[in-house]
């Protein structure tokens, strides 16, 4: 068998996947109250369409903003606002929200149906994407209309679907894969319609052969699709990565996929792309897989946005073992959660639940210049001497390191023997290096 | 739901099982067979030479730890890797003062003095070896006393494989000699496929990769060749084996990339044949491998790798 595409440097962490792999979505629970952040995306926050007291449907627009880097965010059940207030988001921050006590019944959502999609032009793809409220669903949660509206002078030719889902534990993707084939080929083609590119790949890893299957028997009638099988090594599924482990081509440093001509969008998206535009359903849920040995019974949840974690927690048969992370997204870049109160946002796409007996929090040591770092570093920085510059204070020389390329996927601190946290210190030379930025 | 025991620390939650403790029990394992042939062959002075070495060390930075009130870091295997390094360099008969004094240069004046494990332009136990080296031109036969002090040795006189290089081969020990058996100088001198088996341990656990050692050898073995030197007696003789593969591959004070590991093997390989067909007959892998430490810095910023995607400029 010929080798399979991949990219340069990378590690190989335990994948987990068969937790939840082979568990069908199922709906999870309307919980008690929703609580939906009207900044759940990078962009501009919303201001709220509706007051304390308001009556909402299913699906209604409760959130918008003028600026053309944000999204709207949609009513997730029919209910009352109970109140619009500051809540944490899963970072921490504080961020505006609408509160809704849910109504005991809740409808089904009405489709609408007959919708000739090949017909849509790309203007008119664009308009359904922003809308729906779309967002990279992957994690970074980058508005879906803003990445599908290229610089003119940038034609894009590929569109590449990220069906890695190269963080381990996480199975949202591949049961999208398996259970909504045609949909997402569907929404795929959406994607290629609005960017006017030629073609659409599907990048997966080898890890996911039975969805290789389905997409390939699938998409056998579209000359247009093409399904492509990659090593499994984390992060094949980084825009950049995934990128050049398709075509070839290389990003440079600084610049955006457009630069080459592709456009990289998430299974979830695109699924969420062919629901927006064939049923007119805004984005209002999404696929949450619930894993991790902390976990009684792990699931793929199909959950309601601004539902709190805890309740997809209960509904996992709760929590086993001694849990010492609770973690919003993947286990290489989510977020630690101090308790489950969380509520699940566009970008959601797990909870993972370490036990103690997999978690080790070994403490800081100095750097011994072992170049493990250097080695996986998929984007050939020097994480050490990046590290070695904040302690010193020398912004400079961390930008000249890299600092301001790194995507922060964590191979560097996964493989470090002294468990120096490189991540955290990237955080802080990209915070430092903007503010000096603006004076 | 029991959560009190969450902690918040930053992303990624999972991480390999690297530890440097781990590399360094690594590096000790790779050791044994070496250090176990050096105890076969010199027995209980090899022992007293090692446990001296070691265990001043150990108490070296355990006390430099203390005065500098930083945590003791004892359990990291550094300080009994270098102990034992510097035990392998020295030759069976020397007074145990000057491995003192070589462990206390190693220790506190070369790491601790530098910031620590980490810190270190050069490395330790070499730097220790070469200080007492200094006092005297002791390896070249087994009569001489090592370093300031006289060693209690009244030995057979013999050159060891290493003198042969300089002043022709007639009478030096065979290759299956030098490969297998015990033909003088330093402790660890006694049979390089020892050393070569603990290579092969370091390269499989990843501790080290194959760019350095492989390097140095070949620059050797080429280089002897064209100054018309037997290149194979020259890579099993002496301390090359166990430098190229345990010293110029420390982390601390070896380049940080591939194009920078292999100047640095250069380096280290040129000076090792000057050395020894021009200079002294002693400590010539000791000297070349500090000269290439002393470069380090230089090649880590010359050969910063290309960030993804980054075009060379015009």
Partial sequence: MAELKTFKGGIHPPYNKELASGKAIKAAPIPSEVVIHLQQHIGAPCEPLVKEGDRVELGQKIGEAQAFVSAPVHASVSGTVKAITEVPNFTGAKVKSVIITPDPEQPEFQKRTGKDLDALTAEEVREIAKEAGLVGMGGAAFPTHVKITPPKDKPIDIVIINACECEPFLTCDHRLLLERTDDLIAGARLLKTAVGAGKVIFGVEANKMDAVDALRSRASSYPDVEVEVLEVKYPEGAEKMLIFALTGRKVPPGKLPSEVGCLVQNVGTAVALYEAAAWGKPLYERVVTVTGPGVREPANLLARIGTPISVLLEACGGLVGNPVKLIMGGPMTGWAQKDASAPVVKGTSGVVVLTSDVVDLG????????????????????????????????????????????????????????????????????????????? | MAMDNLVLTPPPHLRSKEQTAVAMRDVLIALAPITIAALVAFTYNALFNIAVCVGSAMFFELVARKIRKKKVTLSDGSAAVTGLLLALLLPAKIHWLNMIIASFVAVVIVKELMGGLGRNIFNPALFGFVFILIGSGFLASWTGHLGFLPG????????????????????????????????????????????????AYLLYRKVINWVIPVTILATVFILAYILGSDGLYQILAGGVMLGAFFMATDWVTSPMYRWGQAVFGLIIGICIVLIRLYGGPSGAVAYSILIGNAFVPLLDKVFKPKRFGEVVAA
């Fill in chain 1, 363 to 439: 403490e800081e040591s100095e750097c011994v210049r072992c170049g493990k770092c250097v080695e996986v570093c998929p984007m050939f920085l020097s994480p050490n001497f990046i590290v070695q510059s904040v302690k010193r204070g020398q912004w400079d020389k961390a930008e000249m390191w890299g600092a301001l390329d790194c995507f922060e996927c964590g191979c560097c601190s996964f493989e470090c023997p002294a468990y120096i946290p490189h991540v955290q210190y990237v955080r802080k030379a990209k915070a430092e290096i903007a503010a000096l930025k603006k004076k």
């Fill in chain 2, 152 to 199: 209690g040795f009244d030995g057979v006189q013999a050159a060891t494989p290493v003198a042969y290089i300089k002043h022709g081969l007639q009478g030096a020990p065979s290759y299956a000699a030098l490969l297998f058996a015990n033909y003088g100088g330093a402790i660890s001198e006694v049979g390089c496929f020892w050393i070569l088996l603990g290579g």
